[in-house]
């Protein structure tokens, strides 16, 4: 039968664009481990992976020095990058599949920027919330986020009472730009030394943090991505229009606020542990859809795996190009996201013209 | 099946639609219908449950409809808007597996080996398998309409409800949509239930209609209450004329636009032309005129401007009249659509034309008679033998304005006419020996203005009836006489 041969094939497709993708991501781990300011032998790396992880040791010795380097700079750096691109990938795909808009992500949305005010709170204030101890930072940034989101949600309804793509985009501008006052606002209040660390946490970076902001994200990291994962059919669902959805038995209030949950989860914990990294969550999702058509079962877990390999990636040109100076990993990805974001929309407008 | 119990709702304070009451039977095609903005769209949002009610109930087999989730509503009931808008790059068949949400288990919520049948099947019935892998956005507004349908047909429903299902579609879509859903509806026990807004599509294949009229229903029942001319034009505010379909024991509706007089209406002598020639006489009328006829061609009620009688050798075997006359009529340079045809083997030299004015009525009798074939239709013997010169035709034109019962009424009235004439001239049927009532193949064409007051008479008792009557009597006799002086001379 033709059909199922088709389906075969596709199926056949998807997997080797899966085996792809995985490989990219260990590509690009790889890669950042080895290749920086100071040159380490892939063997060695390979050695003090599995002398750490496994207990393994394939090598009889490695200097201390690299071991340093490796386990306790460079690979939190790496997975850190990793979580934190998955993330925000996986919330842009989220964001855009939910409010059926090609150019929603954490960022053009003001989310981030929500985020990011919930974390220079606990920053600049040194708060401590009782009982979550150094998890306060990804709670508050995740709360931060969350607010923001429902503002700009309020503002839209206000406005436009559709969620019309470029609504959402001005609100989560108008969201932005205030939300970005009120921190301006808090440095200003603050002492010089506080002012560049905010300012530099502000602009991006995965660099400098080690093991501990790893174990910051990963737990909200697997709850958002597991929330999310689990949702999509309910997000294939919404592409027919939130009333066609409830039509065929989607529980579309119930499915809307586990969804927001999830990305915002993703959202405001990437923030809290890398600062505003703008546009992966933009750029990825329509990478991947490009490659593996619009379907969520694959968008999502795609998006995923993309998104982490390309800020590995990124991180790895940022603290190289300049090197030995680095370059927010920020401005790398709104280097190469705001193009694309232009793109999009000068897309998404010819596009309507076409269809209308 | 469905029971719907004063039911209230709408936007804001004021609720649009008011105690609406009605229930549907299992299997039961339901047309909704209603002017715009007479609530159509809000009650079917309420009974979908896109809005919510602010009163009365809704039940599916006796239970309410709120105490079912989900899931197990979807299961049951399916719906189509006009709306198809998808956001994303979709193909068709991941559009139409989304019916199929409802019935996924497990943890994966794959699609099933049972899914992909009921996917399968439902995209070759509605003729979108060729389209399975095209993306969604891609196809015509037809098609996507189709592909929706596959999509909540995949929902194996009990009930369907739609919304103007067939608003962007041509008429061989949406008579093929409806179809497939009737067809659905006596195969599965399909319940429908759809806003239409077109009334002759709802007439066509609707069990039973309601009437929203202003947020309530004004009249529910058969479609047969779609003859109800003066309801019609209550709720539409146009004048309606209902008329049976001529194949299906159905109403249709007319609607007619708002007229303004004619402001030069020509005086009937001046409104038509005759030409005559050995193999034809064409009178053509400025004017359509509302006929009634047996011709060969232009036969039953209708409107035509030409009126044609050929000549015919008199061993023509007529084995395709109408195509030949078809033929002969586009040959003339006469549109076939807008003539009215007949034929006869007499000399048409032998016509009669004549115009008269009775009581105030201008009429034009056309009469060629051959009485070889004189037939008492009275007598119980029939004769086989036909083939001789004979058959009266004749045609009358009046200045009236006449319903259908009225150009019945002319019918009758030159009928008998005719008889009386046959009867004076003494004509017999060959075959008896008895008077003849007329030839067995006779024609006969009443055609009206209809630019004068309408009249629903034109029996002998009225003046109308008297026109036709004297006039074919007059006619009738003239053209007999002529072809029995031509018999005597040959």
């Known amino acids: ?223 958002g991505m597991f929330l999310l994962l689990i949702h999509y059919r309910e997000l294939n669902a919404l592409a027919l229009g939130e009333e066609a959805a409830e039509h065929i038995g989607v529980n579309v209030q119930r499915g809307k606020i586990v969804i927001l949950l999830g990305a915002s989860l993703l959202t405001g914990a990437s923030v809290a542990v890398s600062g505003m990294i703008g546009f992966v969550g933009l750029v990825i999702p329509h990478l991947v859809r490009l490659i593996s058509g619009p379907n969520h079962r694959h968008v999502l877990p795609l998006s995923l795996l993309a998104g982490g390999g390309f800020l590995i990636l990124a991180d790895l040109v940022s603290r190289t190009i300049i090197a030995p100076k680095e370059l927010p990993i920020g401005v790398i990805t709104a280097l190469i996201g705001a193009p694309v974001f232009a793109l999009l929309l000068i897309r998404n407008r010819l596009g309507k013209g076409k269809t209308a | 099946m469905i029971g719907i119990k004063n039911l209230t709702g709408g936007y804001g304070n004021k609720p649009v639609i008011q105690n609406v009451n009605f229930s549907l039977e299992k299997g039961e095609f339901f047309g909704l219908l209603g002017p715009n903005g007479s609530g159509k769209t ?90 399975r892998d095209t993306q969604f956005r891609l196809i015509s507004g037809g098609e996507k309409q189709r592909v929706l349908l596959a999509k909540a047909l995949a929902q194996e429903p009990k009930i369907m409800l739609l919304d103007e299902p067939t608003n962007h579609l041509d008429v061989k879509h949406s008579f093929h949509m409806l179809d497939l859903l009737k067809e659905w509806q006596r195969e599965y026990g399909l319940t429908v239930f759809a806003i239409l807004h077109d009334l002759n599509v709802a007439a066509l294949y609707a069990d039973r209609v309601a009437l929203l009229h202003e947020g309530s229903f004004l009249k529910t029942g058969g479609v047969d209450i779609l003859r109800d001319e003066s309801l019609l034009r209550q709720v539409y505010e146009v004048d309606v004329k209902s008329q049976p379909h001529p194949y299906v024991p159905k109403p249709q509706l007319l609607m007619t636009p708002e007229e303004k007089a004619d402001p030069q209406k020509d005086h009937f002598s001046r409104s038509y032309r005759v030409r005559q020639n050995e193999g034809l006489i064409h009178i053509e009328f400025n004017d359509p005129l509302r006929t009634i006829s047996n011709g060969v061609t232009g036969e039953g009620i209708q409107w035509l401007n030409h009126f044609c009688n050929f000549h015919v050798n008199k061993n023509y075997d007529g084995g395709d009249p109408v195509d030949d006359m078809t033929n002969w009529m586009a040959n003339q340079g006469i549109p076939p659509e807008k003539a009215a045809g007949m034929m006869t083997a007499v000399k048409l030299e032998d016509m009669v034309l004549l115009e008269k004015e009775y009581e105030g009525i201008r009429l034009l009798a056309m009469v060629t008679a051959g009485v070889g074939n004189a037939v008492d239709i009275t007598s119980e013997e029939l004769d086989s033998e036909i083939g001789k010169i004979g058959t009266i035709n004749i045609m009358v034109f009046l200045d009236s304005h006449f319903t259908d019962g009225a150009l019945v009424n002319a019918c009758l009235s030159a009928t008998e006419a005719k008889t009386k004439a046959l009867q004076d001239l003494n004509i017999k049927d060959p075959y008896t020996g008895t008077i003849a009532t007329g030839t067995s193949t006779d024609s006969l064409l009443i055609g009206t203005t209809q630019k004068v007051e309408r009249t629903p008479y034109a029996g002998s008792g009225t003046v109308a009836g008297k026109a036709i009557g004297t006039a074919v009597y007059d006619a009738v006799t003239g053209a007999v006489r002529k072809y029995e002086k031509r018999q005597r001379r040959s």
């Open chain 1, 1 to 223: 039968m033709p059909s199922s041969f088709i389906r075969t094939f596709l199926s056949k497709r998807i997997f080797w664009v899966y085996v792809l993708s995985g490989g990219f991501v260990l590509g690009a781990v790889l890669l950042s481990l080895i290749w920086s300011s100071v040159s380490i032998p892939v063997g060695h790396v390979v050695h003090i992976l599995s002398d750490n992880v496994l207990g393994w040791s394939l090598m009889a010795e490695v200097p201390a020095n690299e071991e340093r380097i490796i386990w306790n700079i460079r690979l939190p750096r790496v997975l850190l990058a990793l979580c934190v691109g998955a993330s925000l990938a996986l919330a842009g795909a989220a964001f855009q599949g939910l409010l059926r808009n090609p150019l929603a992500d954490p960022y053009t949305i003001g989310v981030s920027s929500g985020a990011a005010l919930g974390a220079v709170t606990v920053i600049f204030f040194q708060l401590t919330i009782f009982g979550l101890g150094s998890f306060t930072l990804p709670v508050m940034a995740i709360i931060g986020g969350f607010l923001a989101l429902m503002l700009v949600f309020g503002l839209v309804k206000i406005a436009s009472r559709s969620l019309a793509i470029e609504t959402i985009i001005l609100a989560g501008i108008i969201m932005s730009s205030f939300i970005g006052a009120v921190i301006s606002l808090i440095i200003a209040l603050g002492d010089q030394d506080a002012m560049t660390q905010i300012i530099y946490w502000l602009y991006g970076s995965v660099g400098m943090r080690g093991w501990s902001h790893v174990q910051l994200i990963v737990p909200f990291m697997l709850i």
């Open chain 2, 42 to 131: 809000t009650l079917f949002k309420l009974i979908t449950g896109a809005l919510p009610a602010a009163g009365g109930e809704i039940t599916v087999d006796g239970k309410p409809l709120s105490g079912f989730s989900k899931l197990e509503k979807a299961r049951m009931i399916a719906v189509l808007t006009q709306e198809a808008h998808v956001s994303f790059d979709f193909t068709v068949e991941e559009i139409v597996s989304l019916g199929r949400y409802a019935f996924q288990k497990g943890l994966f919520k794959s699609l099933s080996r049972q899914d992909r049948k009921v996917i399968d099947d439902v995209m070759e019935l509605t003729g979108v398998t060729k389209y």
